[in-house]
C-alpha cells in the first residue's frame, strides 16, 4: 500500500465495483477525508509497511528488531511480530532465497484498456517460469480467499485479478515466458482460528484477460446514467453506505412496521398456532429490520465521528470527553516509592495471568506447535439472540425440545415392543 493517491476504479475496491457500479458515484458524494480509515486501517498500514522493511534489507534482519519501532501512525508491538510479521516473513522469505527469484515491492501497476485505473500491489515475485502476485493482510475481522467457494461457482478474488492483470500489462518484460500466475492472499491471523495464513489459486493468462473485459464493462456501467446499485459482503467497506438508498431504505419500512393483528380482542388469539405463528414472523422481520437500521446508524455514526475528528461541524452534534481514567506516571519509579512507604509487593502487583486460549493458539500457528487439545476445555457464557444462519450451538426452544423428546420416545418405545 502507498500513500499515493487512489484511482476509483483500483485494485482495492474491484470487487465492489465489478457487483455494485452505481457505488463508484455514490462514494465521489463522500468528502475524501470521511473515507473509511480507523486505528485498525492505521495498524495495517503500519504493518504492511513493516513487512516492506523487512523485504527490502538486502542482509537478512531479525523481524524481532522492528518490535517498538514507528511505521505510519503505529509502534509495532511484540504481539504483531509473532501472531503477524513473523509467520508471513517467513513464507515470502522462503519463496525469495529461491536461486534466480526477482520481485517487485510496492508496485504500482497500471490496468489495461480503462483510463485512471491503476494500484499498487504488496508484492510480485517471478522464479522460473512462474509469477506470484501476493497481497498481504493484516485485518482480523474478515476472512480473504484467493478463490471462494460461492454454490456450484468459485469466484477468484477481484483485487488479485486485478493487480495480475495490471502487473502483466505494466512489467511486460517481467511475465515474458510465465505461464502460471499464481494468486495468494497472505493473511496470518482472522478470527476463524482454523484457518490457513496462505490462500492461493493458480490462473491463466486466458483468466485475466477475461477478468478484464469484464471489468471494462462494470466501469462503463459505473461511469453511464444509471449504473445499478446492489447490497452484499462488498457493502462492508464501502464508503458510501450512510447515504445508499439499499440500506437507508430499511428506515422507512421500520416507520410502516406493523403489528398484523389486534391480539388484545381475543384472548384466544394465543389459542391458535397460526396466529401465534404469524405473530412470531412479526417478531422476527421486526428484528430483521432493526439489525439493518443498526448497521446503518452504526455507519452514520463513524462518519459523523470522523467529521468532528478532523474538526468539522455536524450540526446539533459534538464529541464529548470519556471518563477521566488514572495511570502511573512511571511504574518502577511508583513501585520503589510505594516499596518504601511500606506497602508489600502483592499490594502492588497482581499475579501473574496465564493468556487467553486464542492468544496461545495464535502463537502455536505462527511457531508450527501444537496445543494438546485436552489442555482445552469450554464453557458457554449464556444465551443470546442470534440469526439461525450465524448460530453455532443451537438452544432448542420448547417445540423443539418437544419434538426430540417424542422422536426419542418413539424410537424407545419401537425398540422396547422388539
Ligand atoms: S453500500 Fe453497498 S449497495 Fe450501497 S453503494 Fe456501497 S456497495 Fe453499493
Given at each position: ?104 515491492l510496492d508496485q504500482r501497476v497500471i490496468f ?65 515466458g510465465i505461464e502460471d500466475i499464481v494468486l ?145 506516571r512511571d511504574e518502577i519509579t511508583a513501585q ?83
Amino acid at each position: 500500500m502507498s500513500p499515493q493517491a487512489h484511482s476509483p476504479f483500483g485494485g482495492s475496491v474491484a470487487a465492489r465495483v465489478l457487483r455494485c457500479p452505481g457505488s463508484v458515484d455514490l462514494i465521489s458524494k463522500v468528502p475524501p477525508e470521511l473515507h473509511k480509515s480507523s486505528d485498525y486501517a492505521d495498524r495495517g498500514t503500519s504493518m504492511h509497511m513493516a513487512m516492506a522493511a523487512l523485504i527490502a534489507e538486502d542482509v537478512h534482519v531479525p523481524v524481532e528488531s522492528l518490535a517498538g519501532k514507528k511505521f505510519g501512525d503505529y509502534t509495532i508491538t511484540h504481539d504483531d511480530i509473532e501472531n503477524f510479521l513473523r509467520p508471513a516473513y517467513s513464507f515470502v522469505e522462503k519463496l525469495l532465497d529461491v536461486p534466480g527469484a526477482a520481485y517487485y515491492l510496492d508496485q504500482r501497476v497500471i490496468f489495461p484498456a480503462i483510463a485512471n485505473t491503476f494500484g499498487t500491489l504488496d508484492l510480485l515475485i517471478r522464479i522460473d517460469h512462474t509469477v506470484h502476485v501476493i497481497d498481504f493482510k493484516f485485518g482480523v475481522g474478515v476472512r480473504v480467499l484467493a478463490l471462494t467457494p460461492d454454490g456450484d461457482d468459485d469466484v477468484l478474488n477481484s483485487q488479485l485479478l486485478f493487480y495480475g492483470a495490471a502487473a502483466r500489462h505494466s512489467l511486460p518484460e517481467f511475465f515474458t515466458g510465465i505461464e502460471d500466475i499464481v494468486l495468494t492472499i497472505l493473511q496470518p491471523v482472522t478470527t476463524d482460528a482454523d484457518s490457513e495464513m496462505v490462500s492461493t489459486v493458480t490462473v491463466t493468462h486466458a483468466e485475466l484477460d477475461e477478468f478484464i473485459a469484464a471489468y471494462r464493462v462494470a466501469c462503463a456501467e459505473a461511469l453511464s446514467e444509471a449504473p445499478r446499485l446492489k447490497a452484499g459482503p462488498w457493502c462492508r467497506f464501502c464508503s458510501a453506505r450512510p447515504i445508499c438508498k439499499e440500506h437507508t431504505k430499511p428506515l422507512l419500512d421500520l416507520a410502516a412496521f406493523t403489528v398484523p393483528a389486534p391480539w388484545s380482542t381475543t384472548r384466544a388469539f394465543f389459542g391458535t398456532p397460526t396466529a401465534k405463528e404469524e405473530y412470531l414472523k412479526v417478531l422476527a422481520a421486526g428484528l430483521e429490520l432493526a439489525d439493518a437500521v443498526k448497521d446503518t446508524c452504526t455507519a452514520l455514526h463513524d462518519q459523523a465521528k470522523r467529521a468532528l475528528e478532523n474538526g468539522d461541524n455536524v450540526p446539533g452534534y459534538a464529541l464529548s470527553n470519556g471518563r477521566a481514567e488514572r495511570y502511573w506516571r512511571d511504574e518502577i519509579t511508583a513501585q520503589v516509592a510505594l516499596l518504601s512507604l511500606g506497602f508489600e509487593h502483592d499490594d502492588l502487583v497482581e499475579v501473574e495471568v496465564m493468556r487467553s486460549v486464542k492468544q496461545i493458539e495464535l502463537r502455536a500457528k505462527a511457531r508450527g506447535l501444537k496445543i494438546p487439545p485436552e489442555l482445552i476445555i469450554s464453557r458457554r457464557s449464556g444465551v443470546s439472540l442470534k440469526r439461525s444462519e450465524n448460530v453455532r450451538v443451537p438452544v432448542l426452544g420448547r417445540d423443539e425440545l418437544a419434538r426430540a423428546f417424542s422422536e426419542a420416545l418413539a424410537v424407545f418405545t419401537e425398540e422396547a415392543r422388539q
